[in-house]
């Protein structure tokens, strides 16, 4: 596509609950970030996909937190049951030439 | 471990004045480094990206300069605009093609 597409843009859950999110990235990018940011924080690296493989998982605040990249494009990123501090904005990027274009991003609201 | 500062956090300055944004990082060995903006409640926009062979960068009032050696990095705005008003990031590439480290970012708002 022509730029990266994230979905849902809002996502208002339950604590305890399972979510995931979606990242398009742009076409052709075989890198691909996930980053959270917190509200008037700055951004966390959570983990990091080439392709379908995701060298640097080091981000992930806790197991309850997993990524998948499939066929080289899309990527999920799944927090299993949710906490109210996991409350953020789940924004993601991609790359081909080392500059990052990030989506509008998923915000996350857990009750 | 890669730390990313800005000053000042906060700017606000009238309208048509030339300002500059600080990025400093702590280590030097980086490969390229990129100024975004974010608007509230949106994602990054990339303003300039500067590969680790370049000195600076120029794009329209923008201009963004990079000193390896020092850890720094200066984004200037020349006769700012209301729609200028954003919060303005920086950020580093530890490693080719892997993480990216970001500053916590500079507001700035530019009155009319």
């Known amino acids: 596509g022509a730029g990266v597409s994230q979905s849902p843009s809002n996502k208002v859950t339950e604590k305890g609950k399972d979510v995931e999110l979606r990242c398009d990235p742009i076409?052709?990018?075989?890198?691909l970030y996930w980053y959270r940011q917190s509200l008037g924080q700055g951004l966390e690296f959570l983990i990091y996909?080439?392709?379908?493989?995701?060298?640097?998982k080091s981000g992930l605040p806790s197991d309850r937190f997993s990524a998948e990249r499939t066929g080289g494009s899309v990527s999920t990123l799944t927090i299993q049951r949710t906490q109210q501090e996991d409350s953020a904005v789940y924004l993601c990027?991609?790359?081909?030439?080392?500059?990052?274009?990030f989506g509008e991003g998923s915000r996350l609201t857990v009750l | 471990k890669q730390e990313v500062t800005q000053i000042p956090a906060a700017l606000s300055v009238p309208e048509g004045e030339n300002l500059v944004l600080n990025c400093s990082f702590t280590d030097s060995a980086i490969y390229n480094l990129q100024w975004f903006r974010q608007d509230p409640g949106k994602g990054l926009t990339s303003l300039l990206l500067?590969?680790?062979?370049?000195r600076e960068q120029t794009s329209g009032r923008l201009n963004a300069s990079l000193d390896k050696s020092s850890g720094r990095s200066t984004l200037y705005i020349a006769a700012s605009q209301p729609g200028d008003s954003a919060t303005y990031l920086c950020a580093v590439e530890v490693n080719y093609g892997q993480n990216f480290v970001f500053g916590p970012g500079t507001r700035l708002s530019v009155l009319p």
């Open positions: 076409s052709g990018h075989t890198a």
């Open positions: 996909f080439q392709g379908n493989s995701a060298p640097d």
């Open positions: 990027a991609s790359s081909a030439t080392g500059e990052l274009f």
């Open positions: 500067i590969q680790s062979s370049q």
